[in-house]
């Protein structure tokens, strides 16, 4: 093995990476703009729903509850509340789009509400919108709960409680995005350099060049898997970094968590890098590698965890989690971003990838061809 | 000891053959050209001997390491210019001739002062930070010899050097390897399909058409061995249908061919030919438009070996290059 050959080929794709800004932007700018977007666009709160309110009861009690949800739209402003007249009317509104809920107080509330013979208020929701729904529901739920609380607490309570205690401050979604898009970073890196300049210098016929030169087979793929590992590290921490004050990380600049976080871009860029060239090994024709980027993205980014949590995929879809590199990355990342673990909370994801890495190097190795 | 020895190469891909059986030796420091028309084997012939391409059987030796058994050892001691352009048009000329050095494993203390030497001698020095992309073709192609030569080889290989180049380009090309023999031992193998480029430059000259060895000698002997020192080509109006007949007779001429309206009479003395067929087409009435002698080309010599010239062979055998596909 010789490593003066191995850097010759990281070298030349590291002046060709560095003197090319739209590379780089390109591998940078798309998982920070996926960040801000997705980040801001998945993590805010509902507001603003629009909420029939239809009293049929005109009591005391039933104002009472007009009056909390009120306090909702003028408070959490979870929703606006439209008052009704006709509960058909409500109806034909929600059905209509022009509503999302109806809260309607039935005419024998406040009779059943002072006889404690179970008083209720109808709620119904235009559920193809889980999101909102839930979110409305929820906070209806919490009035009813509140309308349910004696005015006087015993003082000795029979009641079980549970009492809730979080680990971590409160985690905004794009904190939460911000490992699957250090990830994507290092992926893009991986796709567009294992992928389309590999395929677009081997249709060039600058790889023949190399070819007739005495570099061995084991050297040309670990040449070029490395100067993707070094492409993929730099974007990684630059998106780490950047991203990370974005999305507010504390104590980004931590030099521990640092290097941690550079180990993890580290072995993540092989991992990818590998996986990419032993995809790209065979292939010369180079509509190839361009026309499978978006299957890819799809099928190792989502699976990950990075957007969603794997807990709730099915089953078919974990297998794909578990076999998928992205997942490990993202897990660690996120323990380290999120959780500010040590070398404890990610050792294993990092032995994952790098047995998944050196399969795949072997794959590449035993698939590469010498000769033309 | 030859620099090269081809002994019975052979490669076929599927049932086609495209070398077949080929065997010669190139001496040191002679620049030996493969001649023969797009598809006639001549990529795949020189992709063998550069370890690019396995050969289906038989072998060769060059500067005495076996392609076959010593693939390292042939890879130090070649330079190669492939046929496609294969410097890297987003790195400069320096940085290009810098990777090479490092791949070749070219100690550092001489990196510097021969990738500088090498440029300078392809004219290049002036361009040694500029991106190679903005390079002309010639300018390109120089930079590639250049770096074919910078790990000092004792073997060249070049794959057609000048096809796709302009005139002007294609003389310094011609230059540059001149000069590259005169300063060094340096052993050159050239493929290519243009015929004065062969002449001009090569001191011996191997014609391959289909896979096959056609022809192997010096371009003197190569013209000598045509059985007609003169070549006396003409085009006439209101030719009798037994005209061609009639000029088999004219004096000196030893065959006549015709391929479109052009007539080539071979001929042991082409002016005295060329008397006799003013006499002739006088006597019968036939007008000349056009009418000229030049003395036996190595175009000649490929139609005698070949049967047809390098251009109908380059239609009829473009198909028997698939190295192509590679690319």
């Known amino acids: 093995m010789n490593f003066q050959r191995i850097w010759a080929l990281i070298e030349r794709d590291l002046r060709k990476f560095f003197r090319s800004p739209a590379l780089m932007m390109t591998s940078m700018v798309f998982p920070l703009m996926q960040l801000v977007v997705l980040g801001y666009a998945f993590g805010g709160k509902i507001v603003g729903v629009n909420l029939a309110f239809v009293d049929m009861d005109h009591s005391v009690e039933s104002r009472n509850v007009r009056e909390m949800f009120n306090g909702i739209a003028t408070g959490p402003r979870t929703f606006r509340v439209i008052e009704y007249d006709s509960l058909p009317k409500a109806v034909e509104d929600l059905k209509n789009g022009h509503v999302r809920a109806v809260v309607c107080v039935p005419e024998d509330f406040s009779r059943r509400f002072y006889h404690r013979d179970r008083p209720r208020i109808a709620f119904m929701e235009d559920n193809t919108d889980q999101f909102i729904s839930s979110s409305i529901l929820e906070r209806v739920q919490q009035m009813v709960d509140q309308l349910n609380t004696p005015d006087v607490t015993p003082r000795l309570a029979g009641q079980v409680q549970l009492d809730t205690v979080e680990v971590y401050p409160y985690v905004e979604y794009i904190k939460y995005l911000l490992a699957g898009s250090i990830a994507l970073s290092v992926f893009v890196v991986a796709m567009i350099g294992g992928g389309i300049t590999f395929i677009d210098d081997k249709a060039r016929g600058l790889h023949e060049g190399y070819l007739v030169t005495p570099i061995k087979k084991t050297e040309l793929v670990l040449g070029l898997i490395g100067a993707g590992t070094v492409k993929g590290l730099m974007a990684g921490m630059v998106l780490t970094v950047i991203g990370g004050m974005i999305a507010g990380i504390p104590d980004i600049w931590n030099p521990v968590r640092l290097f941690y976080l550079a180990l993890v871009v580290t072995v993540a860029s092989i991992a990818m890098m590998s996986f990419m060239f032993l995809l790209m090994v065979r292939v010369d024709d180079p509509l190839v590698p361009r026309a499978t980027f978006g299957v890819l993205n799809t099928l190792l980014f989502f699976p990950s965890g990075a957007v969603y949590p794997i807990q709730a995929f099915p089953r078919w879809l974990r297998w794909i989690a578990i076999i998928d590199p992205f997942t490990y990355t993202v897990h660690a990342l996120r323990n380290l971003t999120l959780k500010g673990t040590g070398i404890e909370g990610i050792y294993m994801d990092v032995l994952v990838l790098l047995g998944f890495s050196a399969v795949m190097i072997a794959g590449c190795f035993a698939l590469f061809k010498r000769q033309l | ?327």
């Open chain 2, 1 to 327: 000891m030859n620099a090269i020895e081809v002994d019975h190469l052979t490669k076929k891909f599927g049932d086609l053959v495209a070398v077949s059986d080929i065997s010669f030796h190139v001496a040191q420091k002679e620049i030996f050209g493969l001649l023969g028309p797009n598809g006639a084997g001549k990529t795949t012939l020189i992709r063998m001997m550069t370890t690019l391409t396995p050969p289906t059987s038989g072998t060769a030796r060059i500067a005495g390491h076996d392609i076959r058994t010593d693939a390292d050892g042939v890879r130090h001691a070649m330079g190669v210019i492939p046929q496609a352009m294969t410097s890297d048009p987003e790195l400069t000329a320096v940085e290009n001739m810098l990777i090479h050095a490092k791949l070749y494993g070219v100690p550092r203390q001489d990196r510097d002062r021969l990738i500088l030497d090498l440029l300078e001698s392809v004219d290049l020095l002036k361009f040694k930070d500029a991106l190679v992309r903005t390079f002309s073709g010639g300018m390109r192609r120089r930079l590639e010899i250049a770096r074919g030569l910078v790990h000092s080889p004792r073997i060249l290989f070049l794959d057609e050097p000048t096809t796709g180049l302009d005139p002007v380009s294609r003389t310094n090309v011609w230059q540059m390897i001149r000069a590259l023999r005169e300063r060094s031992d340096l052993t050159i193998l050239i493929t290519t399909h243009y015929m004065d480029e062969a002449d001009k430059l090569c001191d011996r000259i191997a014609i391959v058409d289909h896979g096959k060895l056609a022809a192997l000698d010096t371009p003197t002997r190569l013209k000598d061995s045509v059985p007609s020192t003169d070549t006396v080509e003409a085009e006439f109006e209101n030719a009798p249908a037994d005209w061609i007949a009639q000029l088999q007779g004219l004096a000196h001429s030893a065959g006549v061919t015709q391929r479109d309206e052009v007539v080539h009479i071979a001929s042991n003395d082409g002016p005295a030919t060329v008397a006799a067929l003013m006499d002739l087409t006088r006597a019968r009435g036939v007008t000349v438009h056009r009418v000229s002698v030049h003395g036996t080309t190595l175009d000649d010599v490929f139609v005698h070996y070949t049967g047809s010239d390098l251009r109908d062979a380059a239609k009829g055998g473009a198909h028997y290059d698939v190295g192509h596909l590679y690319r």
